[in-house]
């Protein structure tokens, strides 16, 4: 997982004082909610988002499986800039690496790792979840970007 | 909204690493998580839950209205006790005090504060909201709990 | 509290996947976050730094009090606009109250509220904690925006 | 992966209203919450605290890598119960293995994953950051639990 020549997607957040603990440094689990925020700006780039809902009929996009490796500590007030990069597409699922920079000249990194994601139907009413297609708008856009 | 004789109900709860922020104690937002945690548990012990959903028709409890005071830092594997007192009953909200205490023998005032919260059904589909009123059964085990 | 008809400063934030809770909208203590953020915000554009730390001499803003009212659920993916207001300005605490708008062209009151904090000096060796005056210049452009 | 036949430890822990999101599941993120509270409640119970601090010595456990595959979605007010088995003890690191099981008599796979931690001495006045190795004791209780 060598860092990319070129991102599909790059997203920009500022650590809050929220997102620290006690030892001084952005907690390990909100990496993943930053990654999060960056998936969610990339569908919303593409004219999509991750999650709609008709009533009972919501679609949306579970995670299957996330990996992440911590190189150096966040700090508060820091703003990172995450890199997404679209490694798999399937049918239903797909799945993307991200790297995550520090602030200023040196743009260190700090961490890296990997979602998979699945795009889902689910009858709330009853409580059925489904595996859905990926729009096939979605899967052209995504295509393009792989193969550019 | 001195200490009083008595809670209508007691919870207790760890403070955990990811509850902390760098200024090396829980952060501040957190308190109110604690507090929910002790509302729900209250409704649990008096056997109601405090959100159903049957397809797109849900019935929850949200807040109207809180406060919170905060009188000594909480720290990292400190258990937290949170006694609540039911002050106010009306037709669909009722309001509740709550007082937060350190661990061990001082069993010291971290904060103290109150939650207004309303019974409503929320239909998902038609994107409606309304107050509803508070459940016979529970109204009739609080009033108790309050004439007690 | 009435809206009032300027801010001493005004902040957007984007409501997060990981901000909502399963009644569809955005959890009742994530609000605190997003004044929080408004308010570190708020210093920064003041050019000051709500935590700052020496060694184990730490300066930060801890919370006093804080209140809010739920005037409307906040929805995923809306921009809220929280706008500050400074109401009190004493040797080493202040209050503030806020005001989170929603989106879009309604731009309705969703929830409003105040924090009073406190400027303290923290000793983390020899676990001393004592209030601090607000520093001058801090002092001296809160009492310039509260006069103009 | 399998599920190991014996854990090191064992841990439970409520999805609590905070913890879910608008899917009306527990947010993917907190996973890593609560395997952290399970990783920290095991250190206790071998008599060792993950965090400790004198003044600006600091010696903690920041994470190496984690990874989670998400099986089955987690519901507000199901008790979890978290697994965790230590799978690798190095000079001042280990990696250990966790399983997430579901409520009642079904006991089904949530969600399993590893950490990675290290062990690290953090002088917070000089910015310096040293792993260190891990305590003779606390290395001679894993060494028994993984040998038994």
Redesign the interface.
Known sequence: MDVPSRFHFTHHRLV???D??????M????F??FV??AE?AFF?SLGF???T????E?Q?W?????????LK?AR??ETLEIGLRVSELRNSSLTYGFWVFGPGEGRSLVAKGSCSIIHVA?D???HQ?RKAPIPAALRHALENMMAG
């Open positions: 809050e004082f929220a620290t603990d006690l030892a001084g440094i907690h390990f689990a909100n993943f909610r999060e925020s969610h919303r988002r991750v999650h809902a008709d009533g009972h919501h949306g579970p995670r299957l499986e996330v990996t992440c490796q911590y500590p508060f007030e689910l709330t009413k009853a979840l």
